[in-house]
């Protein structure tokens, strides 16, 4: 992935530059969207709309969203068709999503579990490992093909 | 929640059973479908696509779902109007998604993490918290209504 959108609402800024200057140190062109949320009045899905519009437009390889629990912006990405989302709990979790389904969105969880993990662990080890995991894992293909095929019909 | 569908692919069956003793325990009135996955020839979607219907249009109050590692029918079921999925990877992650997101549907990974940890703990404790924080947790409503309700837009 060489191009990835970053968006957040107004609860998951407090991690939105260390994601980008983790992106960036691993050589991805990183963009914003004007429509980052900027106080409680922001709604995840409106957030997902145009960054899953980017995704699936083919105008970014990827996305990284960040909201409080990570669970409305899973969900808000998900809705969209191309779009396949999974929260970065665990290098295993973030392994597989890429494995299986392909996963091109990446959601952190910045109010708490991994979120406070990532920002309280000194070098922010877990962001930088779940990031390297979602750029570098391949796509398995085979019968995964089909079913994330099906997602979209 | 009264009424729950149960469904899985051919790698959830491995819990199916115990999640539905202990749904039946916590007083659930529990269904299963006709398509559930019986070999590597089923796709995740195939079984959403029904499971989503029932929890759409009413006829059941809540579904779980299980799948090998989870994503696939998280993935999936956010797909479909009306359908919230969350993965119970943790305790923490159930209350939120119930509170935020009146969650209506909980996803297993019957072959990782926390699916291993739920088949290997003595008394199944983590697959009955994650069971009761989903039945008993009511959702917030105020702002999170407003949220929820662009999802389905």
Redesign the interface.
């Known amino acids: 992935m060489k191009k990835i959108v970053v968006a957040s609402d107004h609860r998951g800024g407090v991690i939105l530059e260390d994601v980008i200057k983790l992106l960036e140190k691993h050589g991805v062109i990183v963009s914003t969207i004007d429509e980052q949320g900027k106080d409680?009045t922001d709604?995840?899905?409106?957030i997902c709309k145009v960054v899953g519009r980017e995704v699936k437009n083919g105008i970014v390889d990827g996305a990284v969203l960040v909201c409080g629990?990570g669970?409305?912006m899973?969900?808000?990405a998900?809705?969209i068709k191309g779009c396949?989302?999974?929260?970065a709990?665990?290098i295993?979790?973030v392994y597989?999503?890429r494995r299986?389904?392909d996963?091109n969105i990446l959601v952190y969880p910045a109010g708490?579990?991994d979120g406070r993990k990532a920002i309280k662990t000194p070098e922010h080890k877990f962001l930088e490992q779940t990031i390297i995991e979602f750029l570098h894992t391949e796509f398995e293909q085979g019968?995964h093909v089909?079913?994330i095929q099906?997602?979209?019909?």
């Open positions: 409680a709604d995840y899905m409106d629990t669970i409305g899973m969900m808000g998900n809705r396949r989302a999974v929260l709990d665990s295993e979790r597989f999503a299986h389904e996963a708490y579990t019968r089909r079913r099906k997602l979209d019909k």
